[in-house]
């Protein structure tokens, strides 16, 4: 943190400045340049480069089976936006986020298991969802295993092309008037009189009112700056593509063990592994073969598939379960959107509305989410 103000000419000036263009960041720039205010977003290589590039991109309010309320709440609004925002980004800016809407089946292959998870899913009452019995699931899925006792089926779970949505963002966002500047990695936040004025970056000074850090996993040490000490660990995730020439799947299944989610061109995405504090990239062979046996004992089909790439990226988790969106203790004009773990997409829209409101005065608790900023503080000072 810088506290003496010495830069004598600014770059760019912007009411509100971004860093990070994540879906979290990307988002953020659009909904506050939507509301008319001057924007800038820095993202210091391209949008969606960071885990959001590695993102399978399912919108899973439902069945990510959310214990927290606030969060289940707060996804299920996220997700049930997507129409109406995806009319508008791609209408902006030009880019399709290839957005599917047939739904998320999560079988079972024991009754037990499938009874019990399917009490649970009737006790949620802004769910949508249906049983399925076998007969069902082979009517709608002719290709999944014949161990397939019944099924969930969630009607209202949708999917996009993660790339994609972040670049419609950030292209809408420089529609309503944002400067995006890749390329631009953000050093240090300049606080002059306790309030933010600034952010010191690789190629100078841009001067701001407020700044939102919503730079992903190396969020931290922006934060750290700032002396606000909010500890960030990646889960490395690994996924892989295949070519289903003659089985087209529509629904994407969300199993307990593996997903598997089509997308363009009969592609289908297979996710994912879970591996807390990895800081590397690399696709293991392990990690590989787990997915591909996993998928296959659901959809057989999977075996002839022809294989077109796999990839790895790394989810930025936080102690809690729900991400970090709110006003940085002790900074006036700081926030941060941070710690978004597995579901940086689904939340992304509810996070760029929340975080813009924010900005213009809300608090969290008329937002309903309370506990994102302060709860957590609590708990992290336990
Ligand atoms: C295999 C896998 C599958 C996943 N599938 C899903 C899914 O289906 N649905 C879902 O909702 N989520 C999914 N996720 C999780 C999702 O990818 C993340 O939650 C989300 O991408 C987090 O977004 P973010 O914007 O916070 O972070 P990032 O996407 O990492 O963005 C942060 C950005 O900040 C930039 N940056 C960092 N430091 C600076 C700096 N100093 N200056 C300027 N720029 C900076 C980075 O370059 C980066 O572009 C998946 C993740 C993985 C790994």
Not at 20 to 32: E, L, N, P, R, T
Not at 357 to 366: C, H, Q, T, Y
Request: glycine share 10%; charged share 25%.
């Amino acid at each position: 943190m810088s506290e003496t103000h010495t830069e004598t000419k600014a770059i760019a000036h912007a009411e509100c400045l971004v860093i990070g263009g994540g879906v979290i960041g990307s988002s953020i720039a659009y909904h506050v340049a939507k509301e008319g205010r001057s924007t800038i977003m820095l993202e210091r290589w391209i949008p969606g480069e960071g885990a959001s590039g590695a993102a399978v991109g399912m919108l899973a309010a439902e069945s990510e089976e959310f214990t927290d309320h606030e969060l289940a709440r707060f996804a299920r609004a996220s997700r049930d936006a997507f129409p109406e925002l995806v009319s508008d980004l791609e209408r902006l800016s030009g880019i399709s986020v290839q957005f599917r809407t047939e739904g998320f089946v999560t079988p079972f292959r024991s009754e037990a298991e499938g009874q019990k998870r399917w009490n649970a899913a009737k006790m949620r009452e802004d769910d949508c969802h249906v049983w399925w019995d076998a007969r069902e699931v082979a009517r709608r899925i002719p290709g999944l295993a014949d161990q397939v006792i019944g099924a969930i089926y969630r009607s209202k779970e949708t999917q996009v092309a993660p790339v994609q949505l972040c670049r419609a963002y950030a292209g809408a966002a420089a529609v309503l008037g944002a400067t995006i500047w890749s390329g631009t990695q953000a050093k240090e936040l300049v606080i002059q009189g306790g309030r933010v004025c600034g952010v010191r970056t690789d190629i100078g000074f841009f001067s701001c009112d407020q700044v939102v850090i919503a730079a992903g996993l190396d969020s931290s040490k922006l934060l750290g700056q700032i002396g606000f000490d909010y500890p960030l660990y990646p889960v490395k995730g690994e996924a892989v593509a295949v070519s289903l020439k003659d089985h087209p799947l529509d629904y994407t299944i969300y199993a307990d063990d593996v997903y598997l989610v089509p997308k363009q061109n009969n592609e289908l995405w297979i996710g994912a592994t879970s591996l807390p504090h990895q800081y590397d990239k690399e696709v293991t062979a392990g990690g590989l073969k787990g997915l591909l046996e996993r998928a296959s004992v659901w959809l057989p089909c999977v075996h002839e598939a022809a294989f077109i790439r796999a990839w790895a990226g790394l989810r930025p988790q936080a102690a809690a379960e729900r991400p970090f969106i709110g006003p940085v203790p002790g900074v006036e004009g700081a926030y941060a959107a941070v710690g978004h773990y597995r579901n940086g997409v689904l939340l992304s829209d509810a996070t760029g509305r929340a975080m813009a409101a924010m900005l213009k005065g809300a608090d969290a608790a008329e937002l309903g989410i309370s506990k994102f900023p302060s709860e957590l503080l609590k708990e992290e000072s336990l």
